[in-house]
């Protein structure tokens, strides 16, 4: 087989597999595949095409995490904050302990600020940790 197709190979398979991925890490790691195609076509040695593929997949991985950085600036909120959650008991009242009654299913909560602790009090999802909610007596902005 020649080595132009196996590059050629390995980079539709690497395209293909960003499809599924969606990062674009992948989809830079088959365009490097390609510039090693290029050089393996134009009769490049090995090496030749080994640093052309190398060059251009650190040069896009560099830029890829860049463009990244800049988008994504901060991270999404949680579908569940914001939402309200009724209590139900207080497993340790001093430390803000308690539980909650959640989309049908008892949650643990750890409770922030002032709330009267009787059972049916609306209180507002502020973050989820793990399987813990974090609640308050305001709704988060």
Known sequence: MDIPLVWLIAGFILVIAELASG??????????????????????????????????????????????????????????????????????????????????ALWDAHVAGDVSGEPGEILYITAVDGNTLKVSKTRPA
């Not at 090693?36 to 134009?42: E, T």
């Not at 560099?62 to 463009?67: K, L, N, T």
């Not at 600036?73 to 949680?78: L, W």
């Not at 569940?80 to 340790?92: K, L, Y």
Request: no cysteine.
């Open 23 to 104: 990062t674009f890490y992948l989809l830079v790691l088959g365009i490097a595949a390609f510039a090693g195609a290029g050089v393996a076509y134009a009769g490049g040695a090995l090496v030749w095409q080994s640093l052309a593929a190398a060059a251009v997949a650190v040069a896009g991985v560099v830029w890829v995490h860049q463009y990244r950085k800049r988008t994504v600036s901060s991270p999404m909120r949680g579908i569940d904050v914001g939402q309200p959650a009724g209590f139900e008991s207080w497993v340790n009242k001093g430390a803000g302990h308690a539980r909650v009654r959640y989309r049908d």
